[in-house]
């Protein structure tokens, strides 16, 4: 069993910031990569960014610029810096954990969502 603990989220401003952690807990074995994802009403979810256990990162091409991850490798936590936010970013966050539960098997997993509102 794997749980996410996702936080950070809110209301804020266009233009400014915002930054989302999550933290991974439970029978992990290996994590080969986690992330954030999001999901706009009426829409599907969408990745946001992503980092593998070597520090490569991906991003959408939405957030690039904006938006950078970050990765606790002893404390098996992932943050989300998000800046110079636009309305368009209004979403439910989903944290992501890409992992090894055994030796052998893998599964993704996820938190439960943390809101993120851009508004005036």
């Known amino acids: 069993q794997v749980q996410l603990v996702e936080s950070g989220g809110g209301l804020v401003q266009p233009g400014g910031s915002l930054r989302l952690s999550c933290a991974a807990s439970?029978?992990?074995?290996?994590?080969?990569?986690m992330g954030w994802y999001r999901q706009a009403p009426g829409k599907q979810r969408e990745l946001v960014g992503t980092?593998?256990?070597?520090?490569?990162?991906n991003f959408a091409d939405s957030v690039k610029g904006r938006f950078t991850i970050s990765r606790d490798r002893a404390e098996n936590t992932v943050s989300l810096q998000m800046n110079s936010l636009k309305p368009e970013d209004t979403a439910v966050y989903y944290c992501n954990v890409r992992g090894y539960y055994s030796s052998r098997e893998w599964d993704d997993f996820w938190g439960q969502g943390t809101q993120v509102t851009v508004s005036s």
């Open positions: 439970g029978s992990i074995f290996h994590i080969v990569a």
């Open positions: 980092i593998t256990s070597g520090g490569s990162t």
